[in-house]
């Protein structure tokens, strides 16, 4: 079916108005939240987190949020930060706005206090998406989490990163840090406990919970990860040359002084929000949306990532926290809608459709390691209708299934025994055949979209076609969820469902999440010693931007400062001299 396509603490207490609305005092001011028209909860909609800068400054950290005297009334306003325009129900009824920092939360309807947290990262590539795209109400129905949901700045609003003082990089993941901040200050007054808070995401929010488990300036502001469908060692998560990737877009839009940092600065400075959402990125064949998170020069000055996510796994330089994560077992499908036009060009060159993450010795050796990988899945066979099973497994294992499994091994290796991994292999009578073929496979995200209410453009009418068994296997899979959230463990002690032991170094075990949950070994054991061995050998690691040159006339700005200084003092002292 279409919709399953996925502390200084304020000695506050909720006021209840009356029946339909909900009072509570934040460290900003009084909010006023409603009742959920079909849930028992109450929702606090569009309070500002954060306040994005805007104008030549629109590429820096956000600044701290607006206060007010007067009671904010939290009802939905429809914002949804700057991005493409793309032809998606309800995407197109938001209000795009530069100044979009803003959370939601969902309250149960109890008086008990110090609810576990859970703070939903939506997914989009980096480059579209809102936070309430997707709902997790029904997480709250034994009424002991809150939910919060946020938006955070977007392609290259959110993600230029030149490495200067106007345009550092990674703003949008600052705002996410923020975000979690504001939950660490404000979550109580809600009747959330601060020290009780799970991260979870899907497709890029789960690479950007990734990231924010490895960021510094995040550790402490969660205790749990749950990341499903993607990962931050993908070649869509991290930028490998954020200054390239600058001048592509630049080039695009006939800007011709791209080695000039400070003109490629201020071209994106004064370009309009409406030229920089001008492209959603979505048909590049590297497997990259170009702006994403990057590898900041290290400044000393708030930033989020000075080294690369392969790196810190690697030296197990972070904090180890309870993981949940995994993936459908066909997410490949995204690439479908590109199939016809592709499968001509895969034929021709191969190489042009290896990931942004690999680097080669010479333009040689790049064609002979294409070939292998190609012959790995297709054998001597062209790309063509008869095998798109094939060509959804390649876009699968590139883009989320290896990337996912290779940063599961290297965190087992870093000494985190707290990882349980899964495959969600459930499809049924409604779910849409793989184009050209009669098999049907869970596509990317349809574990999370099983978990959440379905996506915001979702009517009750399709919300009727579901079956029974895919409510059971939404049952499930909400108890699942429900019990890492809790517990960090999805199956703990005294549960009914099947045992479900961490996963080690070899990812195995995993759980395979179908009708019948069964544990199994080594998951995607083929293809993930293949692919070992290509990144051992060819890997190309994310590096930050050069540190650029001084602006031009620095000098002389300098020398004239220096010369004034000097003036003034002759000036102080023989003023001085005269009256002593």
Known sequence: MAWRTCVVLWCVTAVLADGEWREVRTAQGTVRGRK?????????????????????????????????SETFDAVDKQIKCPQPTIAIANFSALTAQEDCLIVNVYVPNTTNKNLTVVVYIHGGGFVMGYGEMFKATQL??????????????????????LGTEDAPGNAGMKDQVAALRWVQKNIASFGGNPDDVTIAGYSAGSAAADLLMLSKSAEGLFHRVISGSDSGLAAHSVQRDPIEVAKIFARKKNFIKVDDIYALEEFYKTASIELLTSDLFINRTDSTFLFSPCVERDTGDGAFLTESPLSIFKKGDYKKLPVMNGFANMPGQVRIPFFNSWKHKMNKK??????????????????????????FYFGDKPVDENN??????????????????????????????????????????????????????????????????????VTEADKSLATPEFRKMQKTLREIWHNFIKTGKPVPEGSLLPAWPPTGADRSPHMVLD???????????????????????????????????????AGVQNLWSATLFVVVFIDIVFNFSIFN
Request: net charge negative.
């Open 350 to 375: 191969f190489s042009d459709f290896l990931p942004a993450n690999l680097k080669f010795e010479s333009e040689k050796e790049r064609e002979e390691v294409a070939k292998k990988i190609k012959e």
């Open 388 to 457: 798109t099973l094939l060509y959804v497994d390649y876009f699968s294992d590139i883009m989320f299934t290896y990337p996912t499994l290779w940063a599961t091994k290297l965190q087992v290796e870093a000494g985190n025994k707290q990882i349980y991994l899964y495959e969600y292999s459930f499809v049924d009578a409604n779910d849409t055949a793989v184009l050209n073929t009669n098999v049907r496979g869970a596509t990317h995200c349809a574990d999370s979209i099983a978990v959440l209410d379905g996506a915001a453009n």
């Open 140 to 161: 709250m129905k034994t009424k002991d989490i809150i939910i919060v949901t946020f938006n955070y700045r977007l392609g290259i609003h959110g993600f230029l990163c």
């Open 36 to 68: 959920h028209p079909t849930e028992d909860i109450y929702t606090f909609f569009s309070i500002p987190y954060a306040t994005a800068p805007v104008g030549v400054h629109k590429f820096k950290a956000p600044l701290p949020p607006p206060v007010w």
């Open 515 to 553: 009708k019948k949950l069964e544990l199994h070994g080594m998951l995607l054991e083929k293809c993930t010693r293949f692919w070992d061995d290509i990144y051992e050998r060819y890997h190309r690691d994310a590096v930050p931007p050069p540190t650029p040159p001084r602006r031009p006339n």
